[in-house]
Each structure stands twice: as C-alpha cells, then as structure tokens.
C-alpha cells in the first residue's frame, strides 16, 4: 500500500471525535449544496448506510430532486425535500462551505443544534462544531474514503463504495482533470475491490445522455463567443432555449468542460438563464488562472479551477459584468 498523504492522517485522527458526535445523536439529518451533483449525492447516501451499520437513525434532505443521470445510485428514494421527523439533533453537512447554498431546506439543519461539515472546497464561511475539511481532496467522498475505511463497525459494501466512487469519478471528470492524483486512484482502486460497480456507473453517468441534452450542447456550442485571442470562450443559454428543446438544468452538465476542451481555451464559462432575469454561471479554468477569485466578486465561490456564481439582470449586462472580470483575470495570469 502506498504511503498515505499527511492529509488523509488528519482525517483518520478526526474518526474518534466522529463516532462520539454521530452515536450520541438521536437523529441526523444529511443534506448538500443547491442543485446536487454526483459527489453531494454520492456522500450524502453512502453517509447515510454507514450511518445505518452504526444503528444511528438519519434523513437525507436536498433543495433540489436528484438528477435523472443519478437515480440508479442506491437509496435515492432516501432524498426527501421535506424531513418526515422533527427530532434532529446533529446536522451532517456536506460538499458545500456556506449554509446559503442548502436552500429551503436549511432551517432544519441549523435547528438540529450540532453540526459537522464534510468539504473539500475553499471556505468563506466556516459553519460546524466539527469540521472534517481537507481544501486539497479532490471530492467529498475521497474524504470519506479516508474517514470510512478502516472505521470500527463499518463495511464498505458494494453500494456504499457506489456512491463514493461516483463522488470521486464526476468532481475528477473521470480522472481527466487536474485534480486527479495519485491517492484518488488508490481510492478508487479501494472501492473496485469492496465491489463497486464501475462499468455501470460509467454507462449510467457518461454515457446515457438525453436526447434533449445532446441538443442543448450543440447550441452552446453554435451560440458561442470567444475573446482575449481565443483564450476565454462562453455560451449563453437563455430560458426560452430550454423550453424550445424540453431541456432540464441537469442537462447542462459538462457543457463547460467541452468549452475548456479548446485547444486555445483557459477560462470557459456558460451562463444559464435559469429563470427570466436569472442566471446561473458555470466556470472552469486551466493553467494558473483563478475562477473562483472572479466567482468572489459576484459572491460566488468554488476551486480555483472550477467555480460557479449567481448573478441577476438583463442578458447583456450580466454577460458583459462577468467576462470583462474574466478577461481582467487573464490578462494578469
């Protein structure tokens, strides 16, 4: 076995003070960040069964249905909007550095009194009574790899290890981004052997795309402006595209990575017009330049190289106040 990195030490030192939090609770509740990817999903169900070896009774709550692209992951009937009980006394928080992005749901995580907080990204705010953060993970669930295995009274079944491979391979992009490293692999490798199912969750997650969501990219793609000689390239799409093609906003997933994918491309972004006058803001960067310090300035945040940010206004001012603080980025990197 290769040698553990210093970080992963740090988490399995935190594994003592974990079990005292979540079996003296009477319930927990589980919950992630706004519109759930396969890393919030993946951690927040594998919490939840490694929970249930540990005969601890737990609730997963999301803003957000899951998207189509994850049901096949096991447990998904456990994400519920609303909680069935009211007795929570211990929040499990994950994948996410400010208790905004919990949306509707977030009154009962702050109602339950004690919070631990599981995440891997660059927090400007520091919520928890416990904080499980390693800043150089590069998913949620590699942390839980790190805090699970080896745990007293828990197995990484075939399903738990589903899930948390799901969380590393879409926050690596399949092992294809920067983020990759050798103790990602070596966890992966882990979950493989404890019995998850990768050729499924790579037919599932890559390669099961709606029809609705091929079309979506190919007006990205068509629809898209470059500038800064080719260096920063967007795409906007507006709300009346999705009701023309009876797209979703999970069919926007990836698009910005093929918009990065441009040989003279280091800043991509794609603003989604999620309601008239609304819109959401994907950004992904490669080399030295920092998305998420442009993602700031609009109360926005993320990782350097992949970051997101809300901003309100008509489609020309909101395009325009975003890539004039891209270009401004690139032209100091």
């Known amino acids: ?36 990817d396969g890393d919030a999903l993946g951690s ?18 999301c803003h957000h249905l899951p998207p189509t692209y994850l049901e096949f992951l096991p447990g998904m009937d456990r ?32 109602a ?14 520091e919520p928890g009574d416990l904080r499980i ?3 150089a993970a590069p998913a949620t669930a590699a942390i839980l790899c790190d805090l699970f295995f080896g745990m007293e009274g828990v197995e990484i079944t075939p399903e738990i290890a589903d899930c948390l491979l799901v969380g590393i391979l879409t926050d690596t992009g399949n092992f294809k981004f920067p983020n990759t490293t050798p103790h990602s692999l070596h966890l992966a490798g882990q979950l493989l052997e404890s019995g998850a199912n990768l050729p499924r969750i790579s037919e599932e997650v890559y390669m099961s795309k709606a029809i609705a969501a091929v079309r979506l990219l190919g007006a990205a793609i068509s629809s898209m402006e ?28 990836g698009i910005v990575n093929e918009l990065l994918s441009i040989e003279t491309t280091d800043v991509a972004a794609i ?46 001012d909101v395009v325009g106040r975003v890539t004039g603080v891209l270009k401004r980025c690139l032209e100091s990197s």
């Open 1 to 36: 076995m290769p040698n553990q990195p210093e970080h992963t030490e740090e988490i399995q030192a935190l594994r003592p003070e974990f079990l005292k939090e979540v079996r003296s609770a009477k319930r927990v509740v589980i919950g992630s960040h706004l519109n759930p």
């Open 44 to 61: 927040s169900l594998a919490c939840a069964m490694v929970l249930d070896q540990l005969g601890v009774k737990c609730e997963i709550l």
């Open 79 to 110: 994400i519920l909007q609303q909680p069935v009980h009211d007795d929570h006394d211990l929040a499990l928080i994950l994948d996410l550095e400010s208790l905004d992005r919990l949306g509707t749901v977030r009154p009962w995580f702050e």
């Open 112 to 125: 339950a009194g004690r919070q631990i907080v599981i995440d891997h990204h660059v927090p400007h705010m």
């Open 133 to 135: 953060v390693d800043q």
């Open 226 to 253: 470059t500038a800064c000689n080719d260096r920063l390239a967007w795409s906007v799409l507006p709300y009346s595209l999705y009701e023309e093609l009876g797209a979703k906003e999970e069919h926007t997933e």
């Open 271 to 316: 603003f989604r017009e999620s309601k008239p006058g609304k819109f959401k803001i994907s950004l992904r960067s490669r080399g030295d330049v920092d998305v998420a310090m442009a993602a700031r300035e609009f109360g926005g945040g993320g990782h350097q190289k992949a970051a997101g940010l809300n901003v309100d206004g008509t489609q020309a």
